[in-house]
């Protein structure tokens, strides 16, 4: 069976599922949200990692159903967290560049949140730097968002091509700091230079700073010393399932 069909199917039947990985304020080691990473467990074919279908998504257009549930389950979930008496918990989405120009993006999340009942400061979209590419275009749809009250970060920033200078014009909230730079931090003097000058251009913007990947301790304590806000990363956890975020949400209290 092609994976596309297989994907197609999984999407009708509801086998998706979201897992969340903490997001901890670094300075008192509060969990300040989680982001919502899609994992498919096939009947037939098991595990498919992200990295396999989230590109294959993108290539048959499949993103757009897709994202549309992803952002349903995540503020489903988020209500079904409140009424167990876990958070208000702050729900990172990750939403592709096509699905943003989608049309109806914009109506279709007002209506999420009105019919589930998210607030909307509680809904946070991570885009990549992949937005440059069509930024005239996409900046309208930035402001949008930001007038609705969701939070906006930049994901896998320092990975890919970001224009400095539109970056300031952003209306975002947050930077997150590739993995790939936390992974050298305590090994590689410069990797750990560059991290302080991202976190320092993105105060000094505006934004706050969140760094992703953060395996270890000594990671931890740089990221922390140098004034990043947030983190996340095996460190803390593993995306979890909904029942291991209501456990980890119980510990940390
Ligand atoms: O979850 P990791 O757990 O392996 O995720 C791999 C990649 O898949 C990451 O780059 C992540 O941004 C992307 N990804 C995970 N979930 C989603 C999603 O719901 N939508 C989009 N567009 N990308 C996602
Ligand atoms: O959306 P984004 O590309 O930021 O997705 C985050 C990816 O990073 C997911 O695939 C997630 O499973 C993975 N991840 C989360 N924590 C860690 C970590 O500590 N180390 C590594 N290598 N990957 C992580
Ligand atoms: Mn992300
Ligand atoms: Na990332």
Redesign the pocket.
Known sequence: IQLETALRRALAKEQLLLHY?PQLDLENGRMRGV?A?LRWNDPELGIIP??EFIPLAEETGLILPLGKWVIKEACRQHIEWLKAGIGPVKIAV?VSVRQIEEEDFIQYLKQVLTDTGVSPSYLEI?I?ESIMQNIDQSMVILHELKAIGVELSI??FGKGYSSLSYLKHLPIHHL?I??SFV?DIIAHPTQGSIVKAIIAMGHSLGFSVIA????EEDQFKFLAEHGCEMG????FS??LPPEGIQAFYMKML
């Open positions: 990985q982001e990473l992200p990295c990750n991570e990549t994901d896998d997150k590739d993995k992974e992703e990947g953060i395996e996340q990363g095996y460190y593993q995306p």
